[in-house]
């Protein structure tokens, strides 16, 4: 069973930022955080890992609470194009594996 | 960088035949490949993790003997849907892992091969 738990969908406005919260008070000390998303009939493409700090790369932010608990995926500036469904999944730290949940759907609005 | 590829994006069979899906790491040796699915309007569901030079390693409820998967090189591997029927038909979707940190390496994407059996 996937250890996250995410909105089911959620809105935003083209040129805002939208902020994807995800709950993984399950994750144990030594897991990651992945995020993925996945554009209709694609593959999921990665979008940024973490597993304390805040992590930042040129598609998104990724900001971990101390107590890693939760995160927060953060687009700066969405655009239509990444409307999409987001999966934040807690790796497996024994196997790797990524077991995904039903992530948020994210609509971008005009 | 880091680009799995599959072929066939799409395939349309018969009922009682066998499809072959490949996946291939374009750019990156890959020790670990997973094999997932999804149904229509529902999340990837993963089906077997396949060491290269090993045997997979199927999930719970997954047919080894429906779902043949073979990983003869670090950068291709194989899934056949053998005796295949209509309710196989679903979105096959390959990922590949390079290195060894089963922890830490990132997972690339293939982009997911479209089966339809008639």
């Known amino acids: 069973d996937a250890k996250t738990t995410q909105p089911p969908s959620m809105d935003c406005a083209e040129g805002r930022a939208a902020n994807l919260p995800c709950n993984h008070s399950t994750i144990s000390g030594n897991e990651y955080v992945y995020w993925y998303r996945q554009i209709h009939s694609q593959g999921p493409q990665y979008i940024i890992h973490?597993?304390?700090n805040n992590e930042t790369n040129e598609m998104a932010s990724l900001i971990i609470t101390e107590d890693r608990k939760s995160s927060t995926l953060i687009l700066p500036h969405a655009t239509l194009r990444d409307t999409a469904v987001y999966y934040c999944i807690v790796r497996d730290r024994n196997t790797g594996k990524l077991i995904f949940g039903q992530g948020t759907t994210l609509q971008v609005k005009p | 960088g880091a680009v799995v590829s599959q072929h066939p994006s799409w395939v349309i069979c018969k009922s009682g035949t066998s499809v072959k899906i490949e996946c291939r790491s374009l750019d990156f040796q890959a020790t670990t490949m997973f094999w997932y699915r999804q149904f229509p309007k529902q999340s990837l569901m993963l089906m077997a993790t396949s060491n290269e030079g090993s045997k997979a390693t199927y999930e719970q409820g997954v047919e080894k003997d429906k779902f043949l998967i073979n990983h003869a090189s670090l950068t291709l591997s194989t899934l056949t849907v053998t005796s295949a029927h209509p309710e196989d038909s679903s979105f096959y979707i390959c990922?590949?892992?390079?290195?060894?940190?089963?922890?830490?390496?990132?997972?690339?994407f293939g982009p997911g091969t479209r089966l339809t059996v008639l």
């Open positions: 973490g597993l304390k």
């Open positions: 990922s590949a892992r390079p290195g060894l940190a089963a922890r830490t390496d990132t997972q690339y």
